[in-house]
């Protein structure tokens, strides 16, 4: 399936998105928690690198459509995530999504729009949640990473935080014995003056590899040059 391409009439800005968490996203959040705990146990290393308030642009791997849930379980704040549009086609769930802190990007395109609303995410002191990777690996290992999380991160001045996840390709594989997931949070990662995006891509994944296991470090996988 093609990317959606930008509607001419962009219902985006009329929209209302939150910028702080909702009644709805502790309830959904605690739902959540009661949903999975007959299912996964999480091994949850590295918590006290999270910010306890400011901005900060949180970086995962992107293995299944499950990753969101070990990653937002795992931490004590709430995310907000920049979610593909085609999740956001069904008007019913657009409204979901908004009130979880989710709002769409149209792939494959300069999203002025999305990139205007990270922002704004990060300017009211949130963490935004995205994968550099783009879209899922299934498990077979990290992907060359995307430039947007870096060139996100420059211009708004925001520490990058790691998180790498190992468990989520498992899922269901071992049912009814629970699936454990490993969840690695690493030290925030601070754009240096006059350091590219590529540069700053390159440092965010070799962390990020770092906390993987072996199998899953991709192109990544060669001794980090920093």
């Known amino acids: 399936m093609s990317p959606l391409e930008i509607p001419e009439n962009d219902p985006r800005p009329r929209l209302h998105y939150p910028l702080s968490e909702t009644r709805f996203h502790k309830i959904m959040i605690a739902l959540a928690r009661w949903v999975f705990k007959p299912i996964m146990v999480m091994d949850i290393r590295g918590l006290e690198n999270l910010p306890k308030s400011g901005a900060a642009i949180v970086a995962s791997n992107h293995m299944t459509n499950f990753d969101v849930f070990p990653l937002q379980l795992a931490l004590p704040r ?78 708004t001045n925001s520490p990058i935080v790691t998180v790498s996840i190992d468990g989520s390709q498992r899922f269901f594989k071992q049912f009814p014995r629970r699936n454990l997931v490993h969840v690695v949070v690493a030290p ?7 350091e590219s995006a590529i540069a700053l891509t390159e440092r965010v994944m070799y962390t990020m590899a770092a906390n993987l296991p072996p199998e ?5 996988a060669q001794k980090s040059p920093f």
Do not use: C, N
């Open 216 to 220: 899953l470090r991709g192109v990544y």
């Open 78 to 155: 709430a995310l907000f995530f920049m979610g593909k549009a085609e999740l956001f086609r069904i008007g019913f769930m657009h409204a979901v999504f908004r009130q979880m802190g989710g709002f769409p990007v149209y792939r494959g395109e300069r999203d002025a729009w999305a990139l205007e609303h990270a922002a704004r995410v990060l300017a009211a002191g949130q963490l935004l949640a995205m994968f550099p990777e783009g879209t899922r690996s299934r498990g077979r290992g990290l992907a060359v990473a995307k430039t947007g999380v870096a060139r996100l991160a420059i211009e």
């Open 188 to 194: 925030p990662i601070f754009p240096e003056p006059g």
